[in-house]
């Protein structure tokens, strides 16, 4: 059995890692909160945006758009979005696992699979694995600008034009609610048709007659130069949602932690207590064994 | 209120303005255009440059880049990359911007081919704008 003094640094150091999880708790909470509300200013903003999209789309034809073209696919990009920072759970865990599973599938149809990373985790996971990584973005977790989602954008709509690839997928952590994070993949490039307007935020609800519109340069030249902007905005809001999503997760791993902590200090609390008794009790037998002795 | 245009101005971070104003202007990438109340639906898209509005004689002044504008219903919706006001412009970012910009321009021009020119053209653009907006040029 361990000792008095043993059991009483453990004690300590549990109490003192119970402190620092506890305040991770508190912080990740407050960044939550800032990471919800960034979240949801960016709403009206994609919905909108992908509103106009959708309701462009309905009026050009898809097919003269380079972004548009559907090729046979040879090679894939999956842009995998993860934090910068760990100790959040299973988090980046689960966005990287499921990430091997989809290039798994890629891999296993003869198809040929780069990452593109956002995200420290992300990055230090496939940068030392047999993965081709030719785009690779950390350290922009903390504070999301679109900078970050527009330099990613630019370079995959870059790797798509050369033909380096041929489609591109996006995956993220979800944010359903405080508890539930889920990875979700979604298609990026090629844009189809279909997939306007539906994507990238809520729908907006109809408003009357549809109007028709003037455009001003025509709806073609509009969507040309929108389209690379609705990739950023697709990527942007993605972030967005993983830092929400990390948040979230780090506040329900920290609480985990900070109640083991108690769990622990409760247990150890108990076998100190034990040990001290028998200590006092051996003690005492001590003691009176001495004293019978004494009286011979 | 039946002759006023109800102006929002969206950007990625947040919702900047959300008013009722008289006439609108911005700077379309085929020309600068007013809007005002009961104007015919139009979608446009926009350039880096400035974008005024006007309610009851009292002029605003933004510097908007990049997006698109949407009028229908006398909504008028502005989605750009950026928006700023006035007196939210940061004067000295924006100066060392122009002469990042500027300096790559140069750099170009002496004959290195790394750089993005169009990326430092539009960089140069957004800095200017923002200067004329705040009233340092």
């Known amino acids: 059995m361990a000792s008095l003094k043993d059991i009483k640094l453990k004690i300590q150091g549990i109490k003192k890692t119970e402190q620092i999880t506890k305040a991770m708790n508190m912080v990740a909470a407050a960044k939550f909160r800032g990471a919800q509300e960034r979240m949801e200013e960016f709403r009206p903003y994609a919905s909108k945006f992908a509103t106009v999209m959708g309701q462009l789309s309905g009026t050009a034809n898809p097919n003269a758009f380079p972004l548009m073209e559907q090729r046979e696919v040879k090679n894939s990009l999956l842009l995998v979005v993860t934090s910068d920072r760990g100790l959040c759970g299973a988090f980046n865990a689960n966005i990287i696992n499921a990430s091997e599973k989809f290039l798994d599938s890629k891999k296993e149809k003869g198809i040929g699979v780069s990452v593109g990373c956002i995200g420290k985790k992300g990055s230090q996971y496939f940068t030392k694995r047999d993965y081709e990584v030719p785009i690779n973005i950390t350290d922009c977790m903390a504070k999301v600008e679109m900078v970050n989602a527009r330099q990613a954008g630019q370079e995959i709509i870059h790797l798509f034009l050369e033909g380096k690839v041929d489609e591109v997928h996006l995956i993220y952590g979800r944010f359903i609610n405080v508890v539930t994070q889920k990875p979700t993949i979604n298609k990026l490039l090629p844009i189809s048709a279909s997939g306007l307007g539906e994507s990238g935020g809520e729908k907006e609800e109809k408003e009357g007659p549809k109007a028709t519109y003037i455009y001003e340069p025509a709806p073609e030249e509009i969507l040309d130069k929108l389209m690379p902007m609705y990739i950023n905005v697709q990527i942007m809001a993605a972030m967005l949602e993983t830092v929400a999503s990390e948040q979230a997760a780090r506040m329900t791993a920290m609480d985990n932690a900070t109640r083991a902590c108690g769990d622990m200090i409760h247990e150890l609390t108990l076998a100190f207590n034990k040990a001290r008794q028998a200590s006092i009790t051996a003690e005492l037998m001590d003691i009176v064994g001495g004293a019978e002795a004494l009286k011979g | ?137």
């Open chain 2, 1 to 137: 209120m039946a002759n006023k245009l109800n102006l929002e101005v969206v950007t990625p971070t947040k919702l900047v303005v959300s008013e009722q104003v008289d006439l609108c202007t911005v700077p379309g990438t085929e020309g600068v255009f007013g809007v005002m109340a009961n104007h015919a639906p139009i979608l446009a898209t926009i350039a880096i440059g400035e974008m005024h509005y006007e309610n009851d004689g009292k002029q605003e002044k933004m510097a908007v880049s990049g997006g698109f504008v949407e009028v229908s219903n006398n909504r008028m919706t502005v989605l750009a990359e950026a928006a700023e006001r006035m007196e939210e412009i940061d004067v000295d970012r924006a100066l060392k911007a122009k002469e990042r910009a500027e300096r790559r321009l140069q750099e170009a021009a002496s004959g290195r081919e790394d750089i993005d020119i169009a990326r430092a053209k539009a960089a140069l653009a957004r800095a200017l704008t923002r200067l004329k907006v705040a009233g340092k040029m």
